[in-house]
C-alpha cells in the first residue's frame, strides 16, 4: 500500500512541477540566445541581429550540433595537431665505436575551440540596463515566438558567420549568403542543391 501511495505522490509531484521545469527550460533557451545575439551581434542593424539569432537556432535543429540554443551557445571543440619531434642520441656498439642514433615520434598538443568566440574570451559583463540588451532580448523573444518572417528564408539555411576582417578556411567549402554589417553568413550548401536533395528523397 505504501508503493502505491509513493507512486501517486510522485505522479502529483511531476505533474506539478513539469510547467515550472518548461518554463525554466524555455527562460534558459531565450537568455542564452540573447546573450549570444548581445555579443555576436548587439551592435549590428536589426537584421544583423536576427540572421545571428537563426544561426543559433537552426544549428540546434540541425542534427550536427547540440540540440538545445543553450548547447549551441556553450559549444566547444577540442582540436588536435601532431607534430614529429627527433632527437638524437649516442650508442656504442660492443667494440666501443660510438654512432648516433636518431629516433622520432609523434606529439599531439590539444586545445579548446568555442564556437562563438565570445564563450572563450574574458568580455565585459552585460549591462542589462543598456539598449543592445533591450535589443538583443527583443529579437530573441520574437525570434523563439516564430516571428521575423521576413528574415527567415533568407535565412533558413544559415549556419556559419564570420566577422569580415577575417579570412577562415572553412568558409571556401560553404555558400556564401550575404554580408550584413560586420559580418558574412554562409550555409553548408547551396539552396538549388538542398532543394535537388529533398526532392530525390
Not at 544561426?55 to 571543440?77: A, D, E, F, L
Not at 638524437?88 to 562563438?116: I, L, S, W
Not at 532580448?137 to 528564408?153: I, K, P
Not at 572553412?170 to 547551396?190: D, L, M, N, P, S
Request: glycine share 6%; hydrophobic share 35%.
Amino acid at each position: 500500500m505504501n508503493k502505491i501511495l509513493s507512486i501517486f505522490v510522485a505522479i502529483i509531484a511531476l505533474t506539478v512541477m513539469a510547467p515550472g521545469h518548461a518554463e525554466d527550460k524555455i527562460n534558459r533557451e531565450l537568455t542564452c540566445l540573447a546573450q549570444n545575439i548581445y555579443y555576436e551581434a548587439g551592435l549590428e542593424v536589426e537584421e544583423g541581429r536576427v540572421a545571428v539569432g537563426l544561426v543559433t537556432i537552426n544549428r540546434s535543429n540541425s542534427g550536427r550540433y547540440p540540440n538545445s540554443i543553450c548547447g549551441v551557445v556553450n559549444q566547444k571543440t577540442a582540436i588536435s595537431k601532431s607534430h614529429t619531434v627527433t632527437t638524437d642520441r649516442v650508442q656504442y656498439d660492443a667494440m666501443g665505436r660510438r654512432r648516433v642514433v636518431t629516433d622520432r615520434h609523434q606529439v599531439t598538443k590539444t586545445h579548446t575551440v568555442c564556437q562563438f568566440s565570445w564563450r572563450c574570451e574574458n568580455v565585459k559583463r552585460i549591462k542589462y540596463d543598456s539598449a543592445r540588451w533591450a535589443n538583443s532580448l527583443d529579437v530573441a523573444q520574437e525570434l523563439l515566438a516564430g516571428g521575423y518572417e521576413e528574415f527567415r528564408d533568407k535565412y533558413r539555411d544559415a549556419e556559419y558567420f564570420h566577422e569580415v576582417h577575417i579570412r577562415p578556411s572553412w568558409a571556401r567549402q560553404k555558400h556564401r549568403i550575404t554580408r550584413i554589417g560586420g559580418h558574412v553568413f554562409y550555409a553548408e550548401r547551396a539552396p538549388e542543391f538542398r532543394e535537388l536533395t529533398l526532392a530525390q528523397q
